[in-house]
Structure formats: C-alpha cells, structure tokens
C-alpha cells in the first residue's frame, strides 16, 4: 500500500493546540489577507480534531472504497432531492478560519442526499449483512504496520495495541482549551456499539447518529448502501438550505437567541453544559428543526465525514466558478504533515462560541482517516 495511506497512531503525550495565524500551508501562503480579512486573532481549525491521544494504526482497505455509488440505486428512501444550482461557498464575514477563505462561486448538479446522519440502526444492518469490523474494533497487526515503517522502529507497548477510539470526558472545572487532552481520551473498548466505552451501549438507541465510525468505516458503508460519501462541496451546499451567504443552515439569526436550533454546548465548554437544548451529548435524529431542503442536523449534534482531502489552501488556488468540485487530490495538513485527513463538517454537540463554533454553514475540521470520535458520524449522497 502506498507510503502516504499509512496512519501513524502512536500513543503520545499531547501537545496543545496552539497554531497561530502566522502557521503557512503547504505553498507558503495564508488566507490572513485574503479578501482583506483580518484572522490575526484566530487560531487554527486543528484545535478541535488534532494532536489528540495516538496509537499505532495501519490504514487498510483503501483501494476498495469506490468514490462513485453503485449504479441503478432503486430506492431513495429517507433521502432529499437538492436541485441543480450555484452558490458562493466558503466565509464571506469575519468569523470564519484561514481554510474557509476566499468565498467563491460554484455551481452544482443536483444530486439526493440522506435527511439525517446514519443511524446506529442502519449501521447495524450493514454489520449484520456484511460481518463488517470498524477500526475502532481490530486490534492493531504490528507485523503489518512495521511494513511500512522505517526499519528499526521499536514495537510499541502492547496496551498501545489494542482496539480502541477517542472518547469525551468533560473535566471537573476549568482547563486549558487547548489541551484537548483534558476532555478527550484514547479508550480501549469504545467503538460505535460502545461510543462512550465497554460500558456504555446503544441499546434503544437506534435513532441516534452513529458514531465512532472512522472515514474507512463511513465509506464501506455508503459503498454497502450504494451511495457515496457526500463532497465538501455538496454538503455545504445541502447545509445551506436553498439560503444564499447566511451564517447558519436556518439564517443569520444567533444560536442563542430564539428557539432553540440545534444540539450544541451551552455553558462554558468543556466542564459546565447547561443542556438547555435537551440534550447532553447526542440527540436522536430529526431532534431539531430541518433546514430549508427538509434536512436535519446539518448545525450540530455530530460532525460529519466528507469525501474530500484536507489542504488548507486548497480555496485559493481555484480560479473563477468551479462545477461539482471534489477538493484537493491529496491532503496537507501543516500541524502534522504525515498524517493524511479529510474534511468534517456541521459541528457537533460539544461546539460553543467560545471553542469552534463548527455549527457555522462553512466551518470544517479535519481528522485523520482511520479516527473514530464520539461526536462524529456521517451521511450519504446519491445521483
């Protein structure tokens, strides 16, 4: 398998997240003055998903996950149509990171996209049918990974090689907010049947978003479904709800103020949620208010997986309106440049204002291929 595809998951001490706006990508360039945007003052969309607990993975499998669906889909059930269209994608205010800039036109095909993330039920009837293993539930092969490792590299200890996933535990009192690992966790036994570890469950929770699903897993099961996962491009584009340059999947109108819109952090993140959504972690599906296509939780409740690499300056090397765009060809990622990502988007329960306010309609992540988190799940598109 090629070199670039490996995922080193070594078990680290976590560094914290503190990329400044003066960090440049891969060509040298930053978006601090694109479009005469000051980001001076903000820090790095790595904050939420990098530099988080490690182990030893190889990423396998790859070559199978086709990024077109199966022909002849014969059903679309559960799924909205989102008509052909143009739209500006990206920030086109002052909150948005460096990767959300510059905002350009882009022009869309229309394509059918799943009404709300996959639930633990439906990600069940893909494990039944296909005897399918997430990554969170195979124990690391070191003879596999030490094949692509540069020869000599010590064999890791042996507690850092077993199934496991990230998990969130909100600390006591206040923290650093970049120490990511005063809340997240590497915890052996979580995976999408455990989500918060070997103790929890997801008894009577099938209509919860999925999580714990790497983008290895998301793909196998859109593959399964015979669907695909969405692009960047399709689902901010799905996110926006037939709104044109509005800051939320519902308008301009602040979180806070009205009904409540979507699962998000209200309190002081990470120790103190008031849970005046309801909800403390994962809400149901369908929980919140649909947006203009008829779309649930595209603002919060968990992030989502999207087909795209990672590469923060990939927005300013597109010329003009771009049609269908896929994203990069590959992914840079400059906080930690051997480990390949792609794109998150729509923010998840633990997003605050004060933190990454993903539930923004252009704010993305990025995490690592074979990660799986508990506040990240996904959902499918179709033609």
Known sequence: ?????????????????????????????????????????????????????????????????????KAGLTSHQGMKFIPAGSFRMGAADKEGRRDEYPAHEVKMDGFWIDETEVTNAEFAAFVKATGYLTQAEQKPDWEEIKKQL?????????????????????????????????????????????????????????????????????????????????????????ARGGLREKKYPWGDEDLAAGKVKANTWQ?????????????GTVAPVKSFPANGYGLYDMAGNVWEWTADWYREDYYQGL??????????????????????????RGGSFMCHSSYCKGYRVTSKMKSSMDTGLENTGFRCVSK
């Open 150 to 238: 540069p020869p000599g590299t010590p064999k890791p200890a042996e507690e850092q090689l077993q199934p496991a996933s990230l998990t969130f535990s909100p600390p006591k009192g206040r923290v650093d907010i970049n120490d990511v690992s005063q809340w997240w966790s590497w915890t052996p036994g979580a995976s999408w049947k455990h989500p918060q570890g070997p103790e929890s469950n997801i008894n009577g929770k099938g209509n919860l978003p999925v999580t714990q699903v790497s983008w290895i897993d998301a793909a196998a099961y859109a593959k399964w479904a015979g669907k695909r996962l969405p692009t960047e491009a399709e689902w901010e584009y799905a």
């Open 319 to 344: 010329k003009g309106q771009t049609v269908n765009p896929k994203g990069p060809k590959d992914s840079y990622d400059a906080a930690e440049p051997g480990i390949p990502k792609k794109i998150i």
């Open 1 to 69: 398998m090629k070199r670039e595809l490996l995922y080193l998951f070594l078990m680290l001490a976590i560094t914290a997240c503190n990329q400044k706006s003066d960090k440049k990508g891969s060509a040298g360039v930053t978006a601090d003055t694109v479009a005469g945007v000051d980001h001076s003052t903000h820090t790095d969309s790595a904050c939420c998903n990098s530099n988080l607990p490690k182990r030893y993975g190889a990423v396998t499998g790859i070559e199978t996950l086709s990024g077109e669906e």
């Open 267 to 279: 309190g002081e993140f990470p120790y103190s949620d008031k849970k005046t959504d309801g909800y």
